[in-house]
């Protein structure tokens, strides 16, 4: 059974900058893929963004594309995210989660998830 554990999340003002770790345990990762999605306050879970473990390919939603980057310590069986130009509308929980499966858009195919880490993106 794998184990997630994010951190890094806080309250940042517009154009500001914050990084997300995830760190991963239970299992060693291979294959397959790990993903970050979040959950505004009245929302359902939303896609951000997606890294194939092994090759590092990664997929972003479009509005994060640019200002986000994903990636992976394989040693460390860590995830990261870089978030740069914070809006208000990235305000939410952010959620590492995992599949044995190829990068996928939907949230839904992430089958192990984390407690969460709160960004809140003040104006």
């Known amino acids: 059974q794998v184990q997630l554990v994010e951190s890094g999340g806080g309250l940042v003002y517009t154009g500001g900058s914050l990084r997300l770790s995830c760190v991963a345990s239970g299992r060693t990762f291979s294959s397959g893929s790990m993903a970050w999605c979040r959950q505004a306050p009245g929302k359902g879970r939303e896609f951000v963004a997606a890294?194939?473990?092994?090759?590092?390919?990664?997929i972003y939603t479009d509005s994060v594309k640019d200002r986000f980057t994903i990636s992976r310590d394989r040693a460390k069986n860590t995830m990261s995210l870089q978030m740069s130009s914070l809006k208000p509308e990235d305000t939410a929980v952010y959620y590492c989660?995992?599949?044995?499966?190829?990068?996928?858009?939907?949230?839904?195919?992430?089958?192990?998830w984390g407690q969460g880490t709160r960004v809140t993106v003040s104006s």
């Open positions: 989660g995992t599949t044995m499966g190829a990068l996928t858009y939907s949230c839904n195919r992430y089958d192990s």
């Open positions: 890294i194939y473990w092994s090759s590092g390919g990664t």
